[in-house]
């Protein structure tokens, strides 16, 4: 079942803050979040594997909720280089070969 | 180090003529995955190799869609008699397993197909 990430577009100023949701209606055993640039492969960002967990280096950290059908991702004082699709991955249970089940992207742009 | 490559970065192809594209995952990496990407899209799961064996095809959409990975390493997938819906940019990713942890995919720059 296809995660829902909202929002689907949001246009940032150089300098300012930006969440990203993916949402599921059933618990999750993890979530991948990734960067693509237009015509470029997607980038790794980081996973997510507990409830309640929280990561992130540099400016970006993520979250996944208590429950597992939540994460949000986190740019903290954006750069021109945060300009992106960024997609959740999602796995629903352990053994399925990593096979991730990916939203529908949220575009961000970052301008000066 | 490099990443996972593919090759063409772009092919035209006429509808009903068949198609190769190829993906040579990053040295080491036992999994390789292909998904589908449609414009504007997120990738969808395709087919899914642990070496040589092809463990989930679940997500090819029609007896046309052939993926292999001979000697667990380069991997082919094939699309015959394409149609105009098989247009769309077809990324290989791989991953190194290691037990009892979870791996990240590594992914290619895709394939970008049109049919004509």
């Known amino acids: 079942q296809q995660p829902v990430q909202s929002p689907q577009a949001v246009i940032l100023r150089e300098g300012e803050d930006a969440v990203i949701n993916c949402s599921s209606s059933?618990?999750?055993?993890?979530v991948h979040w990734y960067r693509q640039k237009h015509g470029e492969a997607p980038v790794f960002l980081m996973i997510?594997?507990?409830?309640?967990e929280q990561k992130g280096h540099d400016k970006i950290s993520a979250s996944f909720n208590e429950k597992k059908q939540q994460s949000s991702l986190y740019l903290t004082a954006s750069q021109l280089s945060y300009s992106g699709t960024y997609f959740c991955?999602?796995?629903?249970?352990?053994?399925?070969?990593?096979?991730?089940?990916f939203g529908t992207g949220t575009q961000l742009k970052v301008e000066l | 180090g490099a990443g996972v490559s593919q090759s063409p970065r772009y092919k035209v192809a006429k509808r009903g003529q068949d198609v190769a594209l190829r993906c040579d995952p990053i040295?080491?990496?036992?999994?390789l995955f292909w998904y589908q990407q449609a414009l504007g899209q997120g990738p969808e799961f395709l087919t899914y190799?642990?070496?040589?064996?092809?463990?989930?095809k679940s997500g090819l959409p029609s007896d046309r869609f052939f993926a292999e990975r001979p000697e667990g390493s380069v991997s082919t997938l094939k699309i015959q008699r394409t149609q105009q819906e098989d247009s769309a940019v077809y990324l290989c990713?791989?991953?190194?397993?290691?037990?009892?942890?979870?791996?990240?995919?590594?992914f290619g720059p895709g394939t970008r197909l049109l049919v004509l």
């Open positions: 059933k618990a999750l055993y993890s």
């Open positions: 991955g999602t796995e629903d249970h352990a053994g399925g070969g990593n096979k991730l089940t």
């Open positions: 997510l594997l507990k409830g309640g």
């Open positions: 040295s080491g990496h036992v999994s």
């Open positions: 990713a791989s991953s190194l397993v290691v037990v009892g942890a979870q791996e990240t995919q590594y």
């Open positions: 190799f642990q070496n040589e064996a092809q463990l989930d």
